[in-house]
Nanobody, 124 residues
Framework: VQLQASGGGLVQAGGSLKLACEASGRTDNSYNMGWFRQAPGKEREFVAMIRRSMGRTYYADSVKGRFTASRDNAKNTVTLQMNSLKPEDTAVYYC??????????????????WGQGTLVTVSS
């Protein structure tokens, strides 16, 4: 499975961006998909996850109420709507996918597939 992320860019604090991730290749199965991010000098951290069945979502505390993940199974696409962006949201955002659900969804080591990353920069 290949993951292609898009939608990053430069935005002022308080603004919005929408990231998209499209899965291609072996997509006969639906995947649990989500997002991680990595800021300069920091470890990779969990952002959001949306399950393949029922579409249940999970968010990091730092983005709850501001970010919304959604998916279109027919298009093998997930999106991340990011509102009220803050300078501390600046990072490279990575799309991830995993076939089998795991309760450790916040652990980057649990994911089989990673996209190439898209840079989000929030200016103050």
């Amino acid at each position: 499975v290949q993951l292609q992320a898009s939608g990053g860019g430069l935005v002022q604090a308080g603004g919005s961006l929408k990231l998209a991730c499209e899965a291609s290749g072996r997509t006969d199965n639906s995947y649990n998909m989500g997002w991680f991010r990595q800021a300069p000098g920091k470890e990779r951290e969990f952002v959001a996850m949306i399950r393949r069945s029922m579409g249940r979502t999970y968010y990091a505390d730092s983005v709850k109420g501001r970010f919304t993940a959604s998916r279109d199974n027919a298009k093998n696409t997930v999106t991340l709507q990011m509102n009220s962006l803050k300078p501390e949201d600046t990072a490279v955002y990575y799309c991830v996918a995993r076939l089998i659900w795991n309760t450790q969804y916040y652990n980057p080591a649990q994911y089989e597939y990673w996209g190439q990353g898209t840079l989000v920069t929030v200016s103050s």
